[in-house]
């Protein structure tokens, strides 16, 4: 797909639900008692697998869409959920598609199963690193295998009775917390998972809304983070609104703050303080965004944000800020070589083992745009500056495919991006949306 330069962007967009908290309202609805409604669902194809996967395990799973009360269309997910043992063995591998929180955080219960599953997934997903997942679930005394024994999907994880453990993490990553924390579900006494730093707390806030028990704490003198969960509560099926991705309205808010003369209402955000460290960013960065109408949704803070076009500057982007915004960092990257001065990233080698290689797909992509960037073992050094149409490899990442779009709206000169479609995956109406921002 080809992109130009675009004029002044007005008008409003609706922020479509949050990945995260979509998957887990499957996920926790699956394993309550009695029925879970998820309205705002976010219909995406990593927020499919994770149905798909449960309804192979024997979940009656139904999608709806019903006309909010602002007249704006709502996708309601209903899920009849069978307790914590009550899934069926399936009759086919699992497939997790492009989807690294399905199989992190479905291999966490079924790792409680009577009956042994194997998971796989799509070629990127085939090269994710699982170990971290699969340490922790050995030492609860679940057998995980990998098939290729390269310690990625395909896994058969043997289901069983975890034990409850203290399990330090070594990455700040709520993917692997979760998936202990729902193993821990099974086992008989609490079980620990520290991380270096508090990474997005929806599984602890959604676990403790469905009526388990749960504590958090966070080391203040070193950031270090621990989550415990206590077994032997029934979890019971909720009636849940998702709020707005702060990640797809990332997007949005670089284009508000890149393109002259743009303001943009985003409306239906999510502000988690596990998931605003791009809030944070921008303010740093001297872009001018304010937060209307903060309420809390479903157990989560949302807010509209008025983003509008900023000068902005370069910043230090690092520690436990990471967490906070490991998904928008392409985006920030794009905004990064926009700004007067340098942006420096650290500590953000988890980005080499997401959807793609992040860190080498973004210098790549911004150096073939004209900007001079040094990408470092765990982030990057970016020179402000202007950028330059040019031809864009996707890689299949979603993040990275919008984050060039933005870019390529703000280039002087033509930019193409190949696989465009990979949007699908977290973020289906995002060319709908530019649009009408456009067209008003
Ligand atoms: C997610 C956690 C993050 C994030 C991913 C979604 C989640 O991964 O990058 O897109 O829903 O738990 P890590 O926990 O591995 O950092």
Known sequence: MKFHAEKALRGTVKIPGDKSISHRSVLLGAIANGDTTAHGFLRSADCLATIDCFRALGISIEERTEIAADGSEDNVVIIHGKGLRG??????????????????????????????STITGDASLRKRPMRRIMEPLEMMGIMTESVENNDCIPLIIHGGNPRAIRYTSKVASAQVKSCVLLAGLYAEDPTFLTEPALSRNHTELMLSAFG?????????ETGEATAIVYP?????????TIPGDISSAAYFLAAGLLVPGSEILLQNVGINDTRDGILRVIRAMGGSIKLNHVRMEGGEPVAD????????????IGGSLIPTLID??????????CADGDTEITDASEL?????????AIAEGLTAMGISVEERKDGLLIHGGTLHGASIRSLGDHRLAMAFAIAGIVAEGETEIDDIECVNISYPE???????????
């Open 305 to 316: 944000i008025l983003v509008s076009a900023s000068e902005l500057h370069g910043t230090k």
């Open 212 to 220: 388990g028990n749960v504590k958090s704490k966070v080391n203040k």
């Open 430 to 440: 995002f060319f709908a949306d530019l649009e009408n921002l456009r067209s008003i």
């Open 352 to 360: 080499r083992v997401k959807e793609s290689d992040r860190l080498a």
């Open 232 to 240: 032997g509560t029934i979890l019971e099926g909720q009636e849940i």
């Open 328 to 337: 928008e960092i392409p985006v920030i990257a794009v905004m990064a070589a």
């Open 87 to 116: 899934l069926s063995e399936p009759s086919k591998v699992l497939d997790a598609m492009n989807s690294g929180t399905t199989v992190r955080l479905i291999s966490g219960i079924l790792s409680g199963q009577n009956f042994d």
